[in-house]
């Protein structure tokens, strides 16, 4: 699903500028695959952490949010989009996403309803207020800081409300894990259907897209590593998780040294 709608203003922003250079990657197939295994990471590798290794929900939302805020740091700092530090930081805001939404529930005892119903109400004011101060939601004109910063805080928010929406229905609703994974993934063909035959903005189909993968990551997440008397394939949390990260690795290792996912210096490409 290609976010290539560019307007006008950002254009104008090329030409005067044709120094920049974008901060996060080309929206390819590669830019997808990481981002599901990236997801599904940020929901079993936040359950190991917190019942594995016993650090509990806090113990583990202090760790994660230090091991975000060191990379978000990184991120920031380099010049243009390295596949490395973004796609490290999307794999710890994926888990800190994950666990804003567990913290909610479980220490202050919101609904999944309430928790997801929050997290839409916020997200689509991030995206109200990105947009009136920077005239554009495309991900190709991310290259100065404050649209990178409104950039993160909508993936943050995307993550935790993508977390709520896919225990909802797998849990709450009761659904189940597989057949989750299975709505959510016909909701994203949807989407893609809807850009190609429609005449929906490519940026709002992508960022529909970008949020749905959350739940869909979450439920095929918890479908491999649960027990199978939950519904699960009983993988169990370090399996999985050791699985995606080997997955996650190997393909940004891969676009590190092809380069096949930059934008480079013309951010309307």
Do not use: C
């Amino acid at each position: 699903m290609n976010e290539t709608a560019v307007p006008t203003s950002v254009q104008r922003i090329t030409e005067r500028r044709p120094d920049l250079w974008s901060k996060v990657p080309e929206v390819t197939a590669f830019f997808w695959i990481i981002k599901v295994l990236a997801t599904t990471v940020g929901e079993t590798a936040a359950d190991y952490l917190n019942s594995n290794l016993h650090l509990g929900l806090t113990g583990t939302t202090l760790v994660m949010s230090l091991f975000l805020i060191a990379a978000l740091i990184a991120q920031f700092r380099t010049r243009k989009y390295v596949p490395g530090v973004y796609w490290l930081a999307i794999v710890f805001i994926s888990v800190v996403g994950t666990l804003i939404t567990d913290n909610l529930t479980d220490h202050f005892g919101l609904s999944l309803w309430v928790s997801s119903g929050l997290f839409t109400v916020t997200l689509a004011a991030t995206f109200f207020t990105w947009y009136r101060r920077e005239g554009t939601l495309s991900i190709h004109s991310i290259d100065t800081p404050r649209r990178e910063a409104f950039y993160w805080l909508t993936i943050l928010f995307t993550f935790a409300l993508g977390t709520a929406a896919g225990d909802l229905m797998a849990e709450q609703l009761s659904l189940g894990y597989l057949p989750s994974a299975f709505i959510f993934a016909a909701m994203i063909g949807g989407v893609a259907l809807i850009q190609r035959v429609g005449r929906l903005s490519s940026v709002l189909t992508f960022w529909l897209a970008y949020i749905l993968t959350r739940p869909l990551g979450a439920s095929i997440g918890d479908f491999l590593s649960q027990a199978r008397s939950d519904g699960g394939l009983g993988l169990g949390t370090t399996t999985t998780s050791l699985i995606f990260l080997v997955g996650i690795v190997a393909l940004t290792a891969y676009l590190t040294v092809t380069r096949a996912d930059q934008i480079g210096r013309d951010v309307t490409n």
